[in-house]
């Protein structure tokens, strides 16, 4: 079946580090991918997403794309803030069928000052 | 965007007492979720609906149940709430054939 695994947690890095979350996919053709962003206290926010191969998604500062030949889809920014620490959600669907979306575990990240 | 109202966002209640956490959202999307969140942050499908009259049980094994009588909402029930429901509670739409899914703000349940 379909699945979707991102790194475990928690990453913690300094202010201004360079971030890579790795996302890798199971899947058969071309379903979307997205990265969701949940703050604490909050629901699930889309963070940027990709609907065909090499396709990049960005917003914020964040980047990825969409690689169907290592069916990853890794999540970037140059240089993070302390605000945003949050966990972050890898996930993918095909959507044009009544298909559910499928959701990694989620990743916890945590900048310091 | 969508606008997804959750109701109430924190609850506190003792054990055997009957909940209802509410879902309401404008956009008129036709498929609503719920999700339960644990601790270590993976989300868990628990029911989904395709529109109204339609409702159908999620991945995880649930003891809520729901209903989708109008559009806009989409009730969870707990008929005896337990200990083993607490958790955080996120409802989410998503419309037509589109490939976004919206999110509530959700509900923190404690049961004690």
């Known amino acids: 079946g379909n699945s979707v695994t991102q790194m475990e947690g928690p990453v913690t890095l300094s202010e201004e580090a360079f971030l890579t979350i790795n996302c890798t996919y199971t899947?058969?053709?071309?379903?979307?991918l997205f990265w969701y962003v949940q703050y604490p206290g909050e629901g699930l926010q889309l963070l940027l997403k990709a609907t065909k191969a090499d396709d990049k998604g960005s917003n914020k500062g964040f980047e990825a794309t969409y690689r169907k030949e290592t069916t990853s889809f890794h999540l970037e920014k140059g240089s993070v803030q302390v605000s945003d620490s949050a966990v972050y959600f890898c996930a993918l669907i095909y959507p044009y069928r009544d298909d559910k979306i499928i959701f990694g575990k989620g990743t916890r990240l945590h900048i310091l000052p | 965007e969508a606008d997804i109202y959750q109701t109430p966002r924190y609850l506190v209640i003792g054990t055997g007492k009957k909940i209802t956490l509410e879902c309401s959202q404008t956009m008129g999307h036709d498929k609503m979720y719920w999700y339960q969140q644990d601790p270590g942050m993976e989300l868990h499908l628990i029911h989904y609906s395709y529109g109204v009259n339609s409702t159908e049980k999620g991945d995880l094994s649930s003891e809520s149940t729901v209903s989708r009588i109008r559009t806009e909402h989409f009730p969870l029930t707990l008929e005896s709430a337990r200990p083993s429901h607490t958790s955080q509670y996120l409802c989410?739409?998503?419309?037509?054939?589109?490939?976004?899914?919206?999110f509530g703000p959700g509900t923190r349940l404690t049961v004690l």
């Open positions: 899947a058969t053709g071309y379903p979307s």
């Open positions: 989410a739409t998503r419309g037509g054939s589109t490939d976004t899914q919206y």
